[in-house]
C-alpha cells in the first residue's frame, strides 16, 4: 500500500510545489491529500498539474475543524504542516487570526496526531521566529525573539510542536527556512508584488531606504530540503533551512528592475513598517552535515526564471 501523506495548506506557494514534488517522485509509493481551506493566498489553480494523478486528493476545509482533521489525520501515515496565515503586514492591521490559525490549528492538529499516534508530523516554520540578528546567522538553538504577530504566532506553534514530542513522544520534526522566490507566490510578497507591477507598468512600493537584508532560496531547494528532512530527519530536532545568499531588499529591487526593462523613477520609498526586522541569517550547518543537503539552484538565474514565470502567467494573479 502506499504511504499516505496529508499536507496543509497544500494549495499554497511552498505547499502546492512539495505536493507537486511527491507525486513526480514517488507516483506509486505515496498518496497525497491536500487540507486547504482556499483563503485568498490558497489558489486551486496551484494543483491543475496534479489533480488528475492517481493517488491525489483534494479536501476543501481549516486546520481549525476538529472532526475534520480528525478524520484526514486518522487516514495519514505522516503529516506535512504548512498551512498558516504569513504575511506579515496583515498581522500588524489585525492579529486574530494568525493567532486562531497559526495557534490553535496548529494544536488542533497536533491534537489528532496524538490521539491516532505513530505518524511522523513535519511543521513548516519561519527565519522569522528568530527576530533580527546583526551579525552572523542563527543556530537552530538560538532564543526566539519574534517581532510581529505573524512571527510571534509561528514562535508559538513551533513550541506548541515540539512539546508534543516532549510530553508524548510525537514524531515531530521543525524546520525554518529564508525567504523563498519561485513561480505561483502569491503577489503580495515583494517578488510577486513587484514583478506583477512592474510588468503592468506601475510603480511599486519601497520600504524604508530598503537596507533590509533577507535570505533567498528558489523554492525547488526548499521543497528539497523538506523532503529530506521528512524522510531521514531525526524526532524533535529543528532544522534550519538556509541558502547563505543574502540581498538588501534595495539589491533586490535593482535585480528586477533590470529584469522587468525599468528603471528606479518606477520605485516610491515608503514609510517602513512597525517593528521590521533589519536583517535575517541561518545556519544551516545542521541538514547540511545530517542530511547532506545543499541549495543547487543559483539565485540570479531562479530570479530570472521567476520574472519569466509571471510574465507568460499574467492570468494567474488575476
Known amino acids: 500500500m502506499p504511504k499516505k501523506i496529508l499536507i496543509t495548506g497544500g494549495a499554497g506557494f511552498i505547499g502546492s510545489h512539495y505536493a507537486q514534488s511527491l507525486l513526480d517522485g514517488h507516483r506509486n509509493a505515496l498518496s497525497v491529500t491536500v487540507l486547504d481551506k482556499l483563503t485568498y493566498a490558497g489558489n486551486a489553480k496551484n494543483l491543475d498539474e496534479i489533480r488528475e494523478l492517481p493517488g491525489f486528493r483534494f479536501v476543501r476545509g481549516s486546520i481549525c475543524d476538529a ?105 515531530v520534526v521543525v524546520t525554518r527556512c529564508c525567504n523563498n522566490l519561485g513561480p505561483r507566490q502569491y503577489p503580495e510578497k515583494i517578488i510577486p508584488l513587484f514583478v506583477t507591477r512592474l510588468l503592468a507598468g506601475c510603480t511599486v512600493p519601497l520600504y524604508g531606504t530598503g537596507e533590509n537584508v533577507r535570505e533567498w532560496m528558489h523554492v525547488d531547494d526548499h521543497v528539497e530540503a523538506l523532503e529530506r528532512v521528512r524522510t531521514r530527519g531525526r524526532p524533535g530536532e529543528i532544522y534550519n533551512i538556509g541558502s547563505g545568499v543574502e540581498l538588501t531588499n534595495r539589491e533586490l529591487v535593482a535585480a528586477l528592475l533590470e529584469l522587468c526593462d525599468a528603471d528606479w523613477d518606477r520605485v516610491e520609498f515608503v514609510a517602513d513598517r512597525p517593528g521590521h526586522d533589519r536583517r535575517y541569517c541561518l545556519d544551516s550547518t545542521k541538514i547540511r552535515t545530517e542530511l547532506g543537503w545543499t541549495p543547487r539552484r543559483d539565485l540570479r538565474t531562479a530570479l530570472a526564471d521567476t520574472v519569466d514565470w509571471y510574465r507568460k502567467n499574467d492570468e494567474w494573479a488575476a
Open 67 to 171: 472532526d475534520l482533521v480528525d478524520e484526514l489525520v486518522g487516514e495519514a501515515d505522516e503529516i506535512v504542516h504548512f498551512a498558516a496565515e504569513t504575511h506579515v503586514d496583515r498581522s500588524i492591521a489585525d492579529g486574530a487570526e494568525f493567532v486562531r490559525t497559526n495557534v490553535l490549528g496548529t494544536g488542533t492538529l497536533l491534537e489528532a496526531a496524538r490521539r491516532h499516534g505513530g505518524r511522523r508530523f513535519v511543521h513548516v516554520s519561519t527565519d522569522e521566529v528568530y527576530g533580527s540578528i546583526a551579525t552572523g546567522s542563527w543556530p537552530e538553538e538560538h532564543p526566539l525573539r519574534p517581532s510581529s504577530p505573524y512571527s510571534a504566532s509561528k514562535a508559538a506553534s513551533d513550541l506548541l510542536a515540539l512539546s508534543y514530542h516532549t510530553t508524548y513522544g510525537l514524531d
